[in-house]
């Protein structure tokens, strides 16, 4: 099945930037609306960020104008970058499917996600 490993968490001061990078074990974000998720301790998953295959963004207003999505098809790979962090984007990051308009009904397995603190 598919594999998701997402990387570039780090413990940041507020104001710093991190970009994240989201691999699958195939070719697959090519193929499907990506999204970055994270979740807080005590707070429900949010899709912070999604890009279709067509390249049509999104973002959650909390991080809009701040985070940017990206992908490169010929790397597999999915891009967030973090700026001008706030310690309330403290949480682990998770890349999975999205949609642009309702709920994934078949997400596939979680990685471990990549944790990001953000802190004085």
């Known amino acids: 099945q598919v594999q998701l490993v997402e990387s570039g968490g780090d413990l940041v001061q507020p104001g710093g930037s991190l970009r994240l990078s989201c691999a699958a074990s195939?070719?697959?974000?090519?193929?499907?609306?990506m999204g970055w998720y994270r979740q807080a301790p005590g707070k429900q998953r949010e899709l912070v960020a999604g890009?279709?295959?067509?390249?049509?963004?999104t973002y959650a207003d909390s991080v809009k104008g701040r985070f940017t999505i990206s992908r490169d098809a010929a790397k597999n790979t999915v891009y967030l970058q973090m700026n001008n962090l706030k310690p309330e984007d403290t949480a682990a990051y998770y890349c999975?499917?999205?949609?642009?308009?309702?709920?994934?009904?078949?997400?596939?397995?979680w990685g471990q996600g990549t944790q990001v603190t953000v802190s004085s």
């Open positions: 890009i279709t295959t067509g390249g049509l963004k």
């Open positions: 195939g070719n697959i974000f090519s193929s499907y609306t």
């Open positions: 999975n499917k999205a949609r642009l308009v309702g709920p994934v009904l078949n997400y596939w397995n």
